[in-house]
């Protein structure tokens, strides 16, 4: 075998058989019937479970099958349509457990795999490489998500709520869209930010957050912008869009800004800016640092609660 494939099998033989197929029943004409299916990937020794929001939502019974056939019923915990995310309990033992990496250290070009049940077929894997990250994603329904991974291993429907991993084999993203009818665009839920959100829906069953209404998009800073204002950072997050009538508009977030500082402090990734705007700053006035034409401009800003 060649030392590519050795590399793939080797990440995938360390997480599959803790990726589970996720069916959901709804009652219909006082029967349960089948209501869509979906991934997921067990994450605790206490048998939690990461899939996405849309796979479960306001589903009546849930399943979850694991590698080796068995079927367990699930409790849903909590689930956060914001982030598309939601995670569930099975009460058994002799699973396996994935393992969470760290999103952050993530490059562009890096291999990355993608594990799920498409269209029935369980644990299908595809491969590709991060295409971007820090990206902002409208989804069908409106929602904006922020701060996913953008890569191009196939997804499909049933892939939903899987691991994206990478070649050790160490969970970085949970799968949770593509955007139809584009090719090679696919879309994962950073694992950092999954983390967080899993700790609030354990904990309290649901997640608190402020709103600032923007589509962000992480990128690179110009050496030369870096050294005149003496930052300590390298990235930038730059304004994709802004909602009408949303906090960022009204405080003259447009888009094409560079967002930088947050109270004073230099950004360094999307991630770092989601993680303080928790329900703290609702109603509060919080300065952002914006570059604006290389300018450097302060903007108060009142986050209202989501």
Do not use: C, W
């Not at 993203?173 to 593509?178: L, P």
């Amino acid at each position: 075998m060649d030392k590519y494939s050795e590399l793939i099998v080797n990440a995938v033989d360390a997480v599959k058989n803790a990726v589970v197929k996720i069916d959901v029943y709804k009652s219909r004409r006082r029967r349960k019937v089948a209501a869509g299916s979906g991934s997921g990937f067990i994450f605790s020794s206490d048998g939690f479970i990461f899939t996405n929001s849309h796979v479960i939502h306001k589903a009546e019974e849930i399943y979850v099958s694991l590698l080796d056939g068995e079927q367990i019923k699930a409790e849903l915990i909590g689930e956060d349509t914001d982030t598309d995310l939601a995670i569930l309990k099975i009460y058994s033992s002799g699973f396996t457990l994935t393992s969470l990496g760290d999103s952050g250290q993530l490059q562009i070009g890096q291999l990355v795999l993608a594990i799920g049940n498409p269209y029935g077929y369980q644990h299908s894997v595809t491969s590709g490489v991060v295409s971007g990250i820090g990206r902002s994603l409208r989804t069908q329904n409106g929602r904006i998500i922020d701060n996913v991974i953008q890569s191009d291993a196939a997804l499909n429907p049933g892939n939903s709520g899987g691991p994206l991993i990478d070649s050790q084999g160490t969970v970085v993203g949970v799968n949770t869209a593509t955007l139809r009818p584009a090719q090679g665009l696919s879309f994962s839920i950073n694992i950092n930010m999954a983390k967080d959100i899993a700790g609030q829906l354990i904990h309290h069953g649901r997640v608190r957050r402020a709103f600032l209404g923007v589509m962000l998009q992480e990128i690179n800073l110009n050496p030369r912008v870096i050294n005149f204002h003496r930052l300590e950072t390298k990235r930038g997050l730059l304004v994709a869009e802004v909602e009408s009538d949303s906090p960022a508009y009204e405080a003259g977030i447009r888009k094409g800004d560079l967002i930088i500082q947050f109270e004073g402090e230099d950004l360094q990734s999307s991630n770092d800016l989601f993680r303080r705007l928790d329900h703290s700053v609702v109603g509060k006035s919080v300065v952002f640092g914006i570059l604006r034409k290389s300018q450097l401009q302060l903007l108060e800003v009142i986050p209202v609660s989501k």
